[in-house]
């Protein structure tokens, strides 16, 4: 058992012991109410510069797996907190990996720090009452006041542009499908081209696509509008991803040039920059969104789904001066979850469609910009 110290940025402290790679890591602390899916919330691109704490007690039952990693490489949030970790996983599902492995060993060999043995509720409801902060977990260094100097020092994740630190190089074709992972398939559709912005995009969003009837292509988030119409898509997907919107700005020129061009489709921080583009402004919440039971209203239908959340910031509709239409409310705190253009075949959620982890209420989005490329509605 290894020591591990939890230090925020207000001062206060929590002590427990380490599960994952030693050494330190700081960023922003957030917390998750997910029951399941920490795999898919670590290797979440959305959670880049982030310290995720899981609200559900036990975490590390069911291993890890190959089939459950949302972007290549390491975990994307930069650590994660539990109550209690269970280092004897069992899954039905872990024996079909390459290589089967617990959440700690999976942690180490990556270098990403986990703290367990703290009172995770108590921090949670810091975190409710405070808002989202710095926070540093250190396994070396156990002097609060050194570990706050670091803290002070370390930018806020407002001043960073994570985006570049997880988006695709080059451009890539995406084929794989819902149907490989328990999901009828879709042979034979006719499949529209549709470019995938990629902000820090998840997979789950590109099997989705894929199950909707696309062909996707994933470029990187830099790419222009001119090199997206010579490629002769159907329509473009602007991709979730971490950080402050108002830092992926260059990408708000593009969006403004491909409007009225091309369906296009926002998720999550791809929602937020199409506000930015139409000239809006966006807010930070409190301590945000992160979890896989928000219920979302949608308005005009009145129907209410329950959706995957992980989001700090959302779009201010009133800023877009009749522009657009509210078509979502998230039922917890009356927020923005969903707008379509009044004129342009222009429309994006602030909630994960996708899931992954989470319900599939949502997932008919994707049919929605189907529909829509194909002059249905």
């Not at 399941?36 to 590390?60: A, W």
């Not at 001043?159 to 992972?181: A, H, M």
């Not at 159907?234 to 369906?263: M, T, W, Y």
């Not at 005009?300 to 959706?307: H, L």
Request: with cysteine.
């Amino acid at each position: 058992m290894i020591k591990a110290i939890l230090a925020l940025a207000d001062g206060t402290v929590f002590e427990g012991t380490s599960f994952g790679a030693q050494g330190e890591t700081m960023g922003e602390l957030v917390f998750n109410t997910s029951m399941t899916g920490y795999q898919e919330i670590l290797t979440d691109p959305s959670y880049k510069g982030q310290i995720v704490t899981m609200t559900y007690p036990q975490i590390g039952n069911y291993g890890v797996n190959d089939e459950d990693i949302e972007s290549a490489g390491p975990p994307k949030a930069e650590g994660i907190i539990v109550k209690e970790y269970v280092d004897f996983p069992s899954s039905w599902r872990a024996g079909r990996s390459s290589e089967t492995k617990s959440l700690g060993d999976y942690l180490k060999q990556y270098g990403t720090v986990g703290l367990s043995g703290i009172d995770t509720r108590a921090l949670t409801v810091h975190l409710r009452d405070n808002g989202a902060m710095k926070g540093i977990i250190s396994t070396e260094d156990f002097y609060v006041g050194s570990l706050l100097e670091k803290l002070r020092s370390h930018p806020d994740i407002s001043l960073i542009n994570l985006v570049s630190k997880v988006t695709t190089t080059k451009p890539y074709e995406w084929t794989q499908n819902l149907w490989e992972r328990g999901f009828e398939q879709t042979e034979g559709v006719k499949r529209s081209k549709v470019v995938v912005y990629d902000f820090g995009i998840k997979r789950n969003i590109l099997r989705n696509l894929v199950y909707a009837g696309f062909a996707p292509i994933v470029v990187p988030a830099a790419t222009t509008a001119e090199e997206v119409l010579e490629m002769g898509c159907d329509a473009v997907l602007l991709g979730n991803g971490p950080g402050d919107p108002q830092n992926v700005a260059f990408a708000c020129e593009n969006i403004r040039k491909l409007s009225g061009k091309k369906p296009i489709l926002g998720i999550c921080l791809g929602h937020q920059l199409i506000g930015l583009a139409l000239g809006g402004s966006t807010y930070k919440l409190k301590f945000g969104h992160h979890g896989g039971n928000h219920p979302v209203m949608d308005l005009e239908t009145g129907k209410v789904e329950i959706t995957s959340q992980n989001h700090n910031y959302c779009v201010d509709i009133e800023s877009l001066k009749g522009q657009v239409r509210l078509t979502h409310k998230n039922l917890y705190d009356g927020t923005e979850e969903g707008m379509i253009h009044t004129e342009l075949p222009l429309f994006s959620v602030q909630y994960h469609p996708e899931a992954g982890p989470g319900p599939n209420d949502a997932a008919h989005i994707f049919m929605k910009l189907k529909n829509m490329t194909e002059g249905k509605i």
